[in-house]
C-alpha cells in the first residue's frame, strides 16, 4: 500500500491528544494528503521518470515489492538470466527466510500493510488506494478475496496512543498456564475419572445400593473406596494446579518499568505499544522492538535459552533511527509497523517510522521475543508490539493433556469384557429361574450387584497406591539420584516406550565447545601437539610491534610456522564474538558456541580477544604484551542457508583490506582456490565427530574495496531484488579464489555415558529421533560422535525441500533400505507434514534412526503426537529447554532435563532427571518392573474378584437360582481389605530379574513393548483358573457341608476361610524374588484372619471350625485348587520358558 504515515498524517499520529476523533479539519487536505502520500510512495520506489525502460510488469513487481514481504531474505533466489541460485552458493548477507522473489504467485497471497483507522476519511482514503492498486490503473489485480482481521494483518502501533485507545484490540499480557479454574475444576476432574469404563462401573453400582430393594451388604462397602479413589485424584490435582498458577503469578506481577508512567507497571498490565525499560537479568515480559542500548553501538545481548534451546547469547540491535532520540521523542515521534503475529522465531518483517519522514525496516535482529533474558549489562528501551497469546513464546506452547496410561487402556478394554459376562451371567441366571416372579428385573440387578466383585473397586485403589510406590522407589534410587516424578499416573508407560525423540543441545551434548584439532592441509595440530601452536603465535610480533605475516605472507607462504599465525590471527579476527568484563574476568558473548570456541582456542596459543565494537577490533599478543586493532568495515553474519560468515578489515599500522571468510566445507569448497586435500580431510574429521569449519581468506586493493564498497551500498538500498543484488556483489568482488589456510574441528562435549546409553535403547528396541533447531552440520556431527549413526550406516539426506513437487521421489531409497538413517532439515520436515504427513510417517517410522534439524517447537510437538497418531505406539520426549516444552507436553512420557538452560523443561515433564544417561535406567529397569507389577497387580485384584463371583454363582445355581448373597457383611468388606490386600499388593516390591541384567540384555525390553505380560490371552488364562478354582473351592465346600439353610454357617465358613488361603497360597506362587516385606506380608495376614475369626461368630459355625474334619476338608479342597495350578504352570514354564528366565539362568551358569 501505500505510505499513509508520511509527512501529512504522522502529526495527526503523534498528537497526544488525538484519538478516535477526526483527524482532519477539512477535506480539502484530501488531496494534498494523497499527492504527498504518493510522491513518497515513488521516491521509496526508486522509480525512474524515464518509464521508457519499465515494462509493465516491472512497475506492478515494485509496487509488490514495496510491501513488507520484500523486506525479508527471498525464499527462492534467482540470477539475472533467471536461472535458479543454488542455495549453497548463496551470498552471506541472505536471510534464512523471506518470500519469493515474485509475491503475486498463488503460492504467496498478498499481504496488507495496515488495517486503515475506523475514520470516515480514512476508509474513503483506503478505498481510493485499493481502486488504484487494484484495477484503476491497472498496476495491480488480486486474484483472490482476503478477509481482514487483527490477527491475519499487520499492526500498526503508535505508541503515544495504542496503549490507550487500542488497549482492547490485542490480547492481555496475562499468562496463564493452570489447567483448571474454579468452574472447570470439578466437571473436568469427574469426566477424567469416569470416562473409564469401569470407575463409571464402580459409580453405577455404589448409586444402586442407595435403592433399598438393590441393597446387599454394607452402602460403606461400595461407597468409600470410590469416594477415597476420587478424593486422593482431586487433591493431587489441586495441589498441581495451585503449584501453577502460582509460577503464573510470580511472572504477571513482574514489575516494570513503563516510560509514559510513573508507578511500576506488573507484567500482566502490558498492552501493546507500551515503552519499557529493562535492565540487565530482567526477563522480557512481552515481544519488543529494541529501539534503544545503553550501549553507543546500539548492541545489546539476550539469552534466548527458554525459547529456542540454544545457552548462547543472541546479539540484538537497536533500530539506527531511535538509537540516539530523546525519551520524550520515543513517545510522541515513531510509529511502528510489524507483520502478523505466527510461530516463526526466527522471522520477524516490520518498519519504524520517526516524525513521519524517516524510515528504517525491522528484522529479526531489532526484536527480544517474551521470555528471554537481558544479558547485556547497562540497560536498554523497547517497544511492546505482541502480548499475551500473540507472542512467539505463547505460540510455539502446546496445551497441556491429562495424561493416561496404557495399562488403564488396557484394562480399560478388559472390564469391558468383564461387564458384558457379568450380564450374560446375569440374565442367564434368571432365565434359568423362569419368569414367573413378577420381581424378575430386580432380580437381574440384584445378581448385577452380587457379580459386580467381578470388576473390584478396589482395583483402581490397588492401581493408583501403586503408582505412588513406584515414584517413591523412582525419587530414592541412588543411580539416579535427584530425579522428581510430576506425573505419578503413567510410570508403567516407561516400560512401553517404543519411540525416543530427544532434543540435542544440553540433552545429548553439555553445550561445551572445544576446538580438538586444526588442519593446515600439510600439517595438523591436535591436544597433544597445541605447543608448537603456541610456539609459532610466540613469534607473531616482531621486535618492533610490527606484524610479520601479514607484510611477508607472499615471501613466506610455504613455511609452516607462518601458515600456523596467519591461520590463527584470521581465527581470532573472522566471528561475531564480544569480550565483556565482569567482576575483572573475561567472558565472551556471541550467537554461536563454536566461534566462542575458537576464540578460547586462540586465547590458549597467545593471541586474544581484547575489545570489539561494531567499528573496530582489538587483539593482545600476549608474549609481548603489545595489541592489534583492525577497522571492522564490514562483517557478513552466519545463517542456516549461507553456511558462511565473513568479515572485511583494515589493519592501520600496514594498510592492508582484507577479507576473512569462514563457514561449512560444501560452501567453502566452491569459494576458495583449488586443491587436493579438503574434501578427504573434512570427512576425517567428521568421523571423528569434529565440526568442521574452512577458512580462508582474501588481499584486496584499495580500489577493489572502494568499488565493492559502493557497489554494496547500492545494492543495499535497492527496494527491487535486494538480496540478488547484494549476492551478486558479493560474488564478484570477494567470494572466489580465497587462500585456503586450514580447518578446525570442534567437539561439543556429550553427556555423560550417551554413547552407551543410546546403544542401550537402540538394542531395546527404541528408535530415536533427534529433532533439533541446530543446523544441519552440526547435528550430524554429534550423531556421529554420540553413535545415534553408526560406523558404515548410510545416511539419506534431505534439506532444502519447498515445494511438493518430487518431493515423495526423496522417500524412494528410504522404503527399500530400511536401516538407513534419514537427515531432514525442518523446511523439508514442514513441506512432508502438511503435503505429505501420512506417506513420510509411513517410511519413517521404521527407521532406526531419524535427525530433524532447524526444528521449531512446534515441529518438535507435531512430530510427537503425529507418530502417537499414525502408529499408536508409546513415545517419550526428552529436552532441558524452554523449547522443548510442547514436545515434551505432546508426548505419552515427557522427561525433562535439568541443566544450563534452566528447569523450565524439567518443571513441564512428567519425570525430572539431570542427566541423559539416567533414562536407560528409568526405562529399562524402574519402566519394566512398574509395567510388570502393575500387569500382575491388576489381573490379582481381578482374579480375587472374579473366583468369589464364581463361588456367588455356583451358590445361586445350586440354591435354585435365588439371588442370595452367600458372603455378607464384613466378610466382602474383609476379603478385599484385612485379608488379601497386603499380599497381593506387595507384588508391587518384585521383580523378575536382577537389576544388572536389564542391560546387560537390553532386548528384554522388547517383551514388555509387545504387552505380554497383560494381554487378552493372559486375562482369558486368569479367567480360567479363576473359575476352575472357584467351582473347586464352593463345589467341595457344598459337597462337605450340604447347602440347606441350617448348614450355610458350615458352608461359609469353610468356603470363605479355603477362599482367603488360596490367595495367600496363590501370592506366594507369583512371587519371583522374595523379601522381608512380602514374607511378614503374608504371615501377619494369615495371623490376622486367625485372630478375626472368633469375632465373626455372625457369619461362621465355630464349633465346627474347631474340629479335625474341618481342617482335614480345608487341607484338601486347598491342595486340590493349587496344586492342579501349581503343576500346570511348572510344566508350562519349563516347556515355553519367557526370556527373563533364560536369561536368568544363562547368568547363573
Not at 498478498?110 to 486503515?116: D, T, V
Request: charged share 20%; with cysteine; net charge negative.
Amino acid at each position: 500500500m501505500l505510505p499513509s504515515s508520511g509527512k501529512s498524517s504522522s502529526k495527526f499520529h503523534n498528537n497526544p491528544t488525538f484519538g478516535h476523533r477526526d483527524r482532519r479539519d477539512s477535506l480539502d487536505s484530501f488531496d494534498l494528503q494523497f499527492n504527498n502520500s504518493f510522491d513518497a510512495a515513488l521516491d521509496n520506489l526508486k522509480i525512474s521518470n524515464n518509464t521508457d525502460n519499465l515494462s509493465r510488469n516491472s512497475v506492478s513487481d515494485s509496487l509488490d515489492n514495496f510491501e513488507m514481504t520484500s523486506m525479508g531474505a527471498a525464499d527462492s533466489y534467482r540470477s539475472n538470466n533467471g536461472k535458479s541460485i543454488e542455495r549453497d552458493s548463496r551470498p552471506l548477507i541472505e536471510g534464512s527466510d523471506g518470500d519469493d522473489a515474485h509475491p503475486a504467485s498463488n503460492d504467496h497471497p498478498r499481504k496488507f500493510q495496515s488495517i486503515p483507522r475506523s475514520n470516515g476519511l480514512d476508509s474513503f482514503v483506503s478505498i481510493v488506494k485499493n481502486a488504484f492498486n487494484g484495477g484503476a490503473l491497472g498496476l495491480r489485480k488480486s486474484k483472490s478475496s482476503i478477509s481482514l482481521n487483527d490477527n491475519l494483518t499487520e499492526r500498526e502501533i503508535y505508541p503515544d496512543t495504542t496503549p490507550v485507545y487500542d488497549k482492547y484490540k490485542y490480547p492481555t499480557n496475562e499468562v496463564s498456564n493452570a489447567k483448571y479454574n474454579a468452574v472447570t475444576f470439578v466437571p473436568t476432574l469427574l469426566y477424567e475419572q469416569f470416562k473409564f469404563f469401569y470407575n463409571l462401573y464402580f459409580l453405577v453400582v455404589a448409586l444402586s445400593q442407595a435403592i433399598p430393594a438393590l441393597r446387599i451388604g454394607y452402602l460403606s462397602s461400595y461407597i468409600v473406596p470410590l469416594a477415597f479413589v476420587l478424593t486422593v485424584t482431586m487433591l493431587k490435582e489441586a495441589m498441581d494446579d495451585i503449584q501453577r498458577r502460582r509460577r503464573d503469578r510470580e511472572s504477571n506481577n513482574e514489575l516494570y518499568q513503563v516510560l509514559s508512567k510513573q508507578t511500576l507497571v506488573p507484567s500482566k498490565e502490558l498492552k501493546v505499544g507500551d515503552i519499557i525499560k529493562l535492565n540487565k537479568g530482567d526477563r522480557v515480559p512481552a515481544d519488543l522492538v529494541l529501539l534503544q542500548s545503553s550501549e553507543p553501538s546500539g548492541e545489546s545481548f539476550i539469552k534466548t535459552d527458554q525459547l529456542d534451546g540454544e545457552t548462547d547469547w543472541k546479539l540484538r540491535i537497536a533500530c539506527p533511527l531511535t538509537q540516539n532520540v530523546a525519551e520524550e521523542d520515543l513517545q510522541n515521534k515513531i510509529s511502528l509497523t510489524a507483520s502478523a503475529p505466527e510461530k516463526n522465531i526466527n522471522k520477524f518483517l516490520g518498519k519504524l517510522t520517526y516524525k513521519g519522514s524517516s524510515s528504517s525496516p525491522l528484522s529479526v535482529d531489532n526484536t527480544m521475543w517474551a521470555n528471554t533474558v537481558v544479558a547485556s549489562t547497562g540497560h536498554c528501551i523497547a517497544c511492546v508490539i505482541y502480548t499475551g497469546k500473540d507472542t512467539r513464546q505463547a505460540m510455539n506452547t502446546t496445551s497441556p493433556t491429562v495424561k493416561t496410561g496404557l495399562l488403564e487402556l488396557e484394562i480399560n478394554s478388559i472390564s469391558k469384557i468383564l461387564c458384558a459376562c457379568v450380564f450374560i451371567l446375569s440374565i442367564l441366571l434368571v432365565v434359568f429361574a423362569g419368569f414367573n416372579n413378577s420381581d424378575w428385573y430386580v432380580d437381574i440387578m440384584r445378581y448385577l450387584i452380587l457379580f459386580s466383585t467381578i470388576i473390584p473397586v478396589s482395583l483402581r485403589v490397588n492401581l493408583d497406591l501403586a503408582k505412588s510406590v513406584y515414584a517413591y522407589q523412582i525419587e530414592h534410587d541412588n543411580t539416579i539420584s535427584e530425579t522428581i516424578v510430576r506425573t505419578s499416573t503413567i510410570p508403567e508407560d516407561l516400560g512401553r516406550i517404543e519411540y525416543l525423540l530427544s532434543d540435542k543441545t544440553g540433552t545429548l551434548t553439555q553445550n561445551d565447545m572445544q576446538l580438538k584439532k586444526i588442519h593446515l592441509g600439510s600439517s595438523a595440530f591436535s591436544a597433544e601437539s597445541m605447543d608448537m601452536v603456541t610456539d609459532y603465535v610466540s613469534e607473531l610480533m616482531g621486535p618492533n610491534g610490527k606484524n610479520p605475516p601479514t607484510t611477508n605472507m607472499t615471501k613466506k607462504g610455504n613455511e609452516i610456522g607462518t601458515r600456523v599465525r596467519d591461520m590463527i590471527v584470521t581465527l581470532a579476527i573472522c566471528h561475531n564474538v564480544t569480550p565483556t568484563f565482569e567482576d575483572d574476568e573475561i567472558t565472551y558473548q556471541a550467537a554461536s558456541p563454536d566461534e566462542i570456541a575458537i576464540v578460547k582456542f586462540t586465547e590458549s596459543v597467545g593471541l586474544s580477544l581484547f575489545k570489539r565494537d561494531r567499528h573496530s577490533i582489538t587483539l593482545l599478543h600476549t608474549a609481548t604484551g603489545t595489541t592489534m586493532t583492525y577497522q571492522i568495515l564490514q562483517v557478513f553474519p552466519f545463517n542456516s542457508d549461507t553456511k558462511r560468515m565473513g568479515i572485511i578489515v583494515y589493519e592501520e599500522k600496514t594498510d592492508e583490506y582484507w577479507f576473512f571468510e569462514k563457514g561449512a566445507d560444501t560452501v567453502m569448497a566452491k569459494i576458495v582456490e583449488n586443491n587436493v586435500w579438503l574434501e578427504e580431510e573434512t570427512g576425517n574429521m567428521a568421523r571423528e565427530g569434529l565440526r568442521t569449519l574452512v577458512i580462508g581468506r582474501k588481499k584486496l586493493t584499495k580500489k577493489i574495496y572502494e568499488q565493492f564498497k559502493e557497489d554494496y551500498s547500492k545494492a543495499s538500498l535497492s527496494m527491487l531484488n535486494r538480496d540478488t543484488e547484494m549476492a551478486r556483489i558479493i560474488t564478484k568482488f570477494l567470494e572466489h579464489d580465497l587462500e585456503l589456510q586450514g580447518l578446525t574441528g570442534v567437539e561439543d562435549k556429550l553427556q555423560k555415558d550417551v554413547k552407551s546409553s543410546i546403544e542401550l535403547l537402540r538394542n531395546a528396541g527404541i528408535k530415536i529421533w533427534m529433532l533439533t533447531g541446530d543446523k544441519v552440520e552440526t547435528a550430524r556431527c554429534v550423531s556421529i560422535s554420540a553413535k545415534l549413526i553408526a560406523r558404515g550406516q548410510y545416511v539419506h539426506v534431505i534439506t532444502k525441500l519447498t515445494k511438493p513437487e518430487g518431493a515423495l521421489n526423496q522417500l524412494e531409497y528410504l522404503k527399500v533400505n530400511r536401516n538407513a538413517c534419514l537427515l531432514i532439515d525442518g523446511d523439508s520436515l514442514g513441506m512432508f507434514l502438511h503435503y505429505y504427513r501420512e506417506e513420510f510417517f509411513d517410511v519413517a517410522i521404521y527407521l532406526p534412526t531419524v535427525i530433524a534439524c532447524r526444528c521449531t517447537p512446534q515441529q518438535k510437538a507435531d512430530v510427537a503426537l503425529i507418530i502417537r497418531e499414525l502408529t499408536g505406539k508409546r513415545v517419550c520426549c526428552i529436552g532441558d529447554g524452554g523449547n522443548d516444552v510442547s514436545m515434551i507436553q505432546s508426548a505419552d512420557v515427557g522427561v525433562g532435563i535439568v541443566g544450563k538452560e534452566g528447569k523450565q523443561a524439567s518443571l513441564a515433564a512428567d519425570f525430572s532427571i539431570t542427566q541423559f544417561c539416567h533414562l536407560t535406567e528409568l526405562l529399562l529397569w524402574h519402566g519394566r518392573n512398574s509395567y510388570k507389577r502393575s500387569a500382575k497387580l491388576a489381573q490379582f485384584v481381578m482374579h480375587r474378584g472374579l473366583i468369589i463371583a464364581v463361588c456367588q454363582a455356583v451358590f445361586s445355581i445350586c440354591s435354585k437360582f435365588e439371588p442370595i448373597a452367600l458372603y455378607q457383611g464384613w466378610l466382602m468388606v474383609g476379603y478385599a481389605t484385612c485379608y488379601t490386600m497386603a499380599p497381593v499388593f506387595s507384588l508391587t516390591l518384585d521383580h523378575d530379574i536382577d537389576e544388572s541384567l536389564t542391560k546387560m540384555y537390553p532386548e528384554l525390553y522388547k517383551d514388555l513393548t509387545e504387552g505380554k505380560s497383560l494381554s487378552y490371552k493372559t486375562f482369558f488364562v486368569w479367567c480360567a483358573l479363576s473359575l476352575y478354582q472357584g467351582c473347586v473351592i464352593q463345589g467341595f465346600s457344598q459337597s462337605f457341608t450340604g447347602i440347606e439353610e441350617i448348614y450355610f454357617l458350615k458352608m461359609v465358613a469353610i468356603s470363605f476361610t479355603v477362599l482367603v488361603f488360596n490367595e495367600l497360597v496363590m501370592v506366594a506362587l507369583e512371587i519371583n524374588t522374595w523379601n522381608k516385606i512380602m514374607a511378614i506380608t503374608e504371615l501377619l495376614t494369615f495371623l490376622l484372619y486367625v485372630i478375626s475369626v472368633p469375632f465373626l461368630q455372625e457369619y461362621f459355625d465355630l464349633e465346627y471350625m474347631k474340629t479335625l474334619r474341618f481342617l482335614g476338608e480345608l487341607l484338601f479342597i486347598l491342595l486340590i485348587s493349587v496344586f492342579p495350578v501349581w503343576a500346570a504352570k511348572s510344566i508350562y514354564r519349563g516347556l515355553h520358558p519367557p526370556s527373563y528366565a533364560k536369561v536368568q539362568e544363562f547368568s547363573a551358569v
